[in-house]
């Protein structure tokens, strides 16, 4: 049996839709909507019920979990916290300081304390890591080459566990991704009058660790790009996931974009 730790995204909707009538599942639904409520085998939580979170993966026989999708930081002050959430919680709010990923690392501690090992979210969903190529009919030029250069410079500078996944380099200068994630960055990036031009380079956070929350993008992710004026997107290579694969090549070709993995 394995365990399910769902949040928000299409990537837990798309591993359970692949895996649903092949494995023997525990969902621990950490969604704001209960987005898996209608399965019977789904359970809803929040982050600070670690008690009911470990309680149900351990009556379920789940010794291994699988994490997919994001789950915002918590407002500790207002989390629901059970008896072993009240233990664990003042680390949390320790490793909070540090930073989003950090937070991510010390649940999968608490989990190995209690015997639950963590495996990686793309282990049913191989086809979703794209290798290094450019996957597009259009490639970057002279001057894209030098915004992907300037944003993975400003992303490489990030602190170590800091929320930073993606940056839009454009012009020779670069806007940084905040906690608001991806989608609130390309919407408050202007598009310039009849010119394309910048990129979006999404990479996995330093410190990161690769089981759990690789930076993830596909067709709504060009979409988004093509509405802020941006020419391509930039993956690292293995270290990513990308939904919905054949369409946003397609969205990419008639738009004369890129997508490229380095």
């Known amino acids: 049996m394995i365990g399910l730790i769902f949040g928000e995204t299409d990537f837990p909707k798309y591993i359970y839709r692949k895996i649903r009538n092949k494995k023997k599942y525990t969902i621990i639904d950490l969604t704001n909507k209960n987005l898996f409520k209608k399965d019977k085998s789904s359970h809803k939580a ?8 470990i309680s149900i993966l351990k009556k379920n026989n789940c010794k291994k979990v699988l994490f997919a999708g994001k789950v915002n930081k918590p407002n500790f002050s207002k989390l629901k916290l059970d008896l072993k959430g009240i233990y664990y919680i003042s680390r949390l709010i320790k490793k909070s300081k540090t930073g989003d990923a950090a937070i991510l690392k010390e649940i999968i501690n608490i989990l190995k304390k209690e015997g639950i090992k963590t495996i990686s979210s793309t282990l049913f ?3 979703l890591n794209l290798k290094r ?19 993975i410079k400003y992303l490489n500078k990030s602190k170590p566990y800091s929320h930073i996944q993606a940056a839009v380099g454009r012009n020779n200068s670069v806007v940084l991704e905040k906690r608001k994630g991806t989608k609130y960055l390309l919407k408050n990036i202007k598009k310039q009058k009849n010119i394309n031009n910048g990129v979006l380079v999404k990479f996995p956070k330093k410190k990161q660790d690769n089981r759990i929350d690789l930076p993830t993008v596909g067709l709504k992710t060009l979409r988004q790009c093509k509405s802020a004026g941006l020419k391509g997107v930039v993956l690292k290579h293995k270290n990513n996931i990308f939904l919905d694969k054949s369409e946003a090549i397609k969205f990419a070709n008639k738009n004369s974009m890129f997508i490229l993995v380095q």
């Open 125 to 127: 969903t191989p086809e």
């Open 46 to 53: 929040s982050i600070g019920q670690f008690g009911k979170i």
């Open 133 to 151: 190529g450019n996957y597009s009919r259009y490639k970057p030029d002279a001057i894209d080459r030098r915004d992907i250069k300037n944003a």
